[in-house]
């Protein structure tokens, strides 16, 4: 029997008749058309449904959507405003981050997590924060830079270079 | 040097806004109207015979809306090579892997898809299953295929020169042994597709594809459609590392699915399917013995390699003969000889991935090279610089290196890692490795023989003028062809980058034989470059004409008509282009003529502006059996240095730093080079590290997830210090050539060289588990306590 949720997407608030056994990545894809989000193995390996839930990271897969009533959830079509890129998707743009694209909506929601967290993380902190979200075609590189030059590049402990740092 | 306005830049790629804000089109991400869903019935058993099949219970089931096994799908016999056609889309007689498929549904949910699936009843009988090279080649052994004896899918023997005689020249001998493990593509798009047949009969396949080409002949093929009536497009593809470089049985299921309904039938595969359809990097075992002189000569190669293939022949009788034809480059050397085979059993079929056939090889012979170094006393790359090719020299295979900057790619590994400073100076436990390799920009001959162009291309101006449309076949998949093409494009039409829109990967746009063997950026550039000067040249021709000079004295640049000097009158055709845009607000002031104006002139003389490119390689190779695998137009070279920790007391491997030099020619985009070679990076040291697909013993995949299959985290990928040496490739466009496998190639033997550095061990078995180590570093210290 389907139940009623009320939720918050991307700063709409929708309320939702769910099947109990529908996930969040499900709901967020094939409901309300949210396709941002992808699906690459439906058991929370790899990271790609990443999207942020009440402020943590988490894999969409794994949540079924009834858990969802009352939250407050942010996927990757909230983060650019209508001004054009997020800062955070304008450095995985410039820095050449993203080649398939398949694991970047998810990898930049785990990055935008980690920034919301930490205003200067280390390259430790940086390289924990995406290490759930897995990515075959890049060797990570232009990951690590891309997040690092939204960081101040004052932190020492941050090797991948700061805001200044030219590609 | 020559400027360039738009190519060797740093532009970010035309891909990546999209991709970054999660509006790129997947496939899973499309809904049609009255779309049904597709799910397979695929075998439980590794090797049996189909007795029965009970479709009634599943027809039966409300929402269900088709039913299909071989009696719909047919019988003809389709492959990856016309030379070993060995599936059909449906097991007929018997299942040959856990995982062959048998029959679909198409229903009006995934659920109902897949409930109907479990109704379907199949009687089998269970036939005695080999899962190992050497129990399929035993005498006796139950066989796969009929026509295949001994089960050998292939084999090949091939001799240059003398190697017997080149090895009783030598001084030094080394015979090592060298097995891998079978690894999986992974990459993060499962297998998807959608298929539609419409009132006019006209078949359209939208799949995460690399080769849409291949994929619309081989369903026109196995369902004996007319290929005019199949089309096959790809939206965006989230990777394929060569194992989406094939028509699937899925997408040929979805296909019937969707003639048989008459409605859009979508299917994916989970993950565990992506693991059970395989096709990825078969499991090699080497035997290589290396013969050199005293002063570091490299005499002969003899080379045996049994390929654990799989219950289809998928890629493997291509795989078979690079694993030979790609190994003795990058060095000079005149006695070479291969014994090949590929080997049936009952596991999923293995096929290409990154650095094809080659790259297990490679980890064999560079491990050599370093202990005839060490022997006698030579530096590493002191040894392989004595060796190598040089820009025009031909392999004893025939192998012609036309541009080859191999040399400059270990010196700038040396200088680079620290390589002088470093070798032979650091402490235990730490190791420094090095490693070369090379690979094809593009294989010489499409799969199936023909004269075909292996790329075409149409470049159309829009009528308004100033915007060129570029159309390709062509794969992007990720690796940045859509870019590469575009700036290539812009850069031979003088016009900025954003005034070229693209659209790929549709067979109606034309042939591209599609991403495989690192060949699109030389294959669709020359295509592209050709059709851009074609739409080009018609627009001068026009403004040459109207303004009475010669068209060899007018070019266009950076959007901007130049002439050559004295700059003719051009008022008229200005006044006539203003005319025509009465109320725009946008018209041209400039003191020069704008390509803008000068193909809307055109358009109005000539009608639609459209140039057309093609490309094919001159012939190449040689005249032997097999000689046609491993010829390219072209071929990209790489050194890298690996620097690594060994822990002496548990075996644990970890990788601190790589140095990569990569000769892509000329780099079209630096940025997108570099991913490629860290990306290749990566996955060089998944394989070498932790990437094993294991299976239980009755052949099913038991590491069928990402979780227990272990490629490379953000948290092992060591630095890498990615160094793109360009070279002038005479036969690419713009002097540009490959990057995306031949980056891969030293990087296990980099690793395996470092660890001997570190630790004093060789190892002849991937993946490096702490266990395998650790055990070869006792081995190690018993025989020195000896």
Same mark, same amino acid.
């Given at each position: 029997?389907?139940? =009623? ?21 499900? #709901?967020?894809?094939?409901? #309300? ?13 790899? !990271? ?39 800062? *955070? ?79 | ?59 039966? #089931? ?21 030379? $070993? ?100 593509? +992974? ?110 000569? *490299?005499?002969? #190669? ?57 790259? *297990? ?30 820009? !025009? ?16 790619? *270990? ?35 499409? =799969? ?28 992007? =998949?990720?690796? !940045? ?100 845009? $009465? ?29 057309? !490119? ?12 097999? +000689? ?5 137009? +072209? ?150 306590? +000896?």
């Amino acid at each position: 029997m389907k139940r =009623i949720i009320s939720v918050s997407i991307n700063n709409e608030i929708h309320e939702l008749a769910v099947e109990p056994n529908k996930t969040l990545a499900d #709901l967020l894809r094939y409901d #309300l058309g949210l396709t941002g989000t992808k699906k690459g193995c439906d058991t929370g390996d790899c !990271g790609a449904c990443t999207v942020i839930l009440n402020g943590d990271a988490v894999n969409s897969c794994l949540v079924l959507a009834v858990q969802t009533d009352g939250a407050t959830v942010e996927t990757i079509e909230g983060l650019s405003n209508g001004d054009g890129l997020h800062p *955070i998707q304008a450095a995985f743009v410039e820095h050449g981050a993203i080649q398939c694209g398949f694991c970047s909506p998810g990898m930049i929601m785990s990055a935008k997590n980690i920034l919301d967290k930490h205003q200067n993380p280390s390259d430790q902190e940086i390289r924990q924060g995406i290490s759930g979200n897995l990515c075959r075609c890049t060797g990570y590189q232009k990951i690590f830079k891309a997040i690092s030059s939204q960081c101040s590049d004052t932190n020492p402990g941050n090797n991948y270079g700061g805001l200044h740092e030219k590609i | 040097m020559k400027k360039f306005d738009v190519i060797s830049s740093r532009a970010s790629r035309i891909d990546s806004p999209d991709k970054a804000t999660g509006k790129a089109v997947f496939v899973d991400d499309i809904c049609m109207p009255g779309m049904l869903f597709g799910a397979l019935l695929q075998s439980p058993h590794a090797h049996a015979k189909i007795i029965s099949i009970d479709t009634s219970k599943a027809e039966k #089931l409300n929402g269900v809306k088709a039913v299909i096994t071989s009696k719909e799908a047919g019988n003809i016999k389709y492959g990856v090579s016309p030379a $070993r056609y060995d599936e059909t889309i449906f097991a007929i007689d018997k299942v040959r892997y856990v995982g062959d498929e048998i029959a679909a549904v198409a229903a009006v949910s995934l659920d109902i898809a897949q409930q109907a699936v479990r109704l379907i009843q199949v009687e089998y009988e269970l036939l005695p299953a080999v899962f190992t090279v050497e129990d399929a080649m035993k005498e006796g052994a139950p066989q796969l295929h009929e026509n295949f004896a001994g089960n050998l899918s292939a084999e090949v023997h091939q001799e240059f020169g003398n190697v017997e005689e080149g090895l009783k020249q030598s001084d030094i001998v080394k015979t090592t042994m060298m097995k891998s493990k079978r690894q999986d593509g +992974a990459f993060i798009e499962m297998q998807g597709c959608i298929a539609e047949y419409d009132n006019r009969n006209i078949l359209t396949l939208t799949s995460s594809t690399q080769v849409p080409h291949y994929v619309q002949r081989t369903i026109a093929m196995v369902l004996g459609l007319d290929i005019g009536k199949v089309r096959v497009k790809k939206p965006y593809v989230g990777a394929g590392f060569g194992i989406k470089a094939a028509a699937n049985p899925m997408e040929l299921a979805c296909c019937v699915l969707a003639m048989q309904t008459k409605k859009p039938v979508k299917m994916n595969y989970t993950r565990e399917q992506v693991f059970m359809y395989g096709r990825a990097r078969h499991q090699f075992s080497h035997k290589i013995t290396t013969g050199a002189k005293k002063d570091g000569t *490299i005499m002969a #190669l003899k080379h045996e390699c049994y390929l654990d293939g799989g219950a289809y022949t998928s890629f493997g009788i291509a795989t078979v003969y690079y694993t030979g034809s790609l190994l003795g480059g990058p060095y000079k050397l005149k006695n070479m000889s291969y014994d090949g085979y590929r080997v049936y059993n009952n596991k999923p079929a293995c096929g290409a991935q990154r650095g094809h056939g080659a790259v *297990i090889a490679r980890a064999c012979f560079e491990q050599q090279l370093d202990m005839i170094a060490e022997e006698i006393g030579m530096d590493p790359l002191t040894l392989r610089i004595k060796n190598m090719m040089n820009t !025009g020299d031909t392999t004893c295979n025939d192998l012609n290196m036309s541009s080859f900057g191999m040399s400059e790619c *270990i010196e700038a590994v040396r200088k680079g890692s620290g390589w002088d400073k470093k070798k032979g100076n650091l402490p235990k436990g730490k190791g420094i490795g090095m490693a070369c390799g090379f690979f094809v920009s593009g294989a010489g001959y499409p =799969i199936y023989r023909s004269d075909t162009f292996h790329g075409t291309v149409i470049v159309k101006l829009t009528e308004d003028g100033g915007t060129a449309l570029v159309y390709t076949a062509s794969a992007e =998949i990720g690796q !940045g062809s859509d870019t590469a093409f575009a700036m290539i494009a812009a850069e031979t039409l003088g016009i900025p980058l954003e005034n070229v829109r693209l659209a790929s990967g549709d067979t109606d746009m034309g042939v591209d034989l599609g991403a495989y063997s690192s060949r699109q950026t030389l294959m669709t550039g020359h295509a592209t470059k050709e059709a851009a000067e074609h739409a080009k040249q018609q627009v001068l021709e026009v403004i040459a004409n109207q303004l009475d000079i010669p068209v060899q004295n007018i070019d266009v640049k950076k959007g901007f008509i130049e002439f050559a000097d004295p700059v003719p009158d051009f008022s008229n055709l200005r006044t006539r282009y203003i005319k025509e845009h $009465r109320g725009w607000t946008d018209n041209p002031d400039f003191e020069k003529l704008t390509f803008k104006e000068a193909s809307r002139i055109a358009f109005l003389e000539k009608g639609s502006i459209v140039g057309t !490119g093609k490309y094919k390689p001159h012939s190449l190779g040689g005249k032997f059996k097999g +000689a046609a695998v491993g010829t390219s137009p +072209a071929y990209g070279c790489s050194a890298q240095v690996a620097e690594v920790t060994v822990d002496m007391e548990t075996g644990q491997v970890s990788i601190d730093h790589i140095t990569d030099a990569h000769d892509c020619g000329k780099a079209i985009n630096m940025t997108s080079v570099e991913g490629q070679m860290e990306g290749s990076v990566s996955m060089g040291i998944g394989e070498a590290m932790h990437e094993e697909v294991i299976f239980d013993d009755k052949g099913c995949v038991l590491n069928n997830d990402l979780a227990e299959y272990k490629m490379v985290t953000s948290m092992d990928m060591p630095t890498v210090n990615a160094i793109v040496v360009e070279s002038d490739e005479p036969n690419g466009p713009y002097g540009a050539k490959e990057v995306g496998e031949g980056a891969i190639m030293p990087t296990i033997p980099a690793i395996l060289n470092a660890i001997y550095d570190a630790a004093g061990v060789r190892m002849f078995e991937l993946p490096l588990t702490p266990e395998r180590v650790y055990h070869a570093i006792q081995a190690y210290k018993e025989k020195l306590s +000896a």
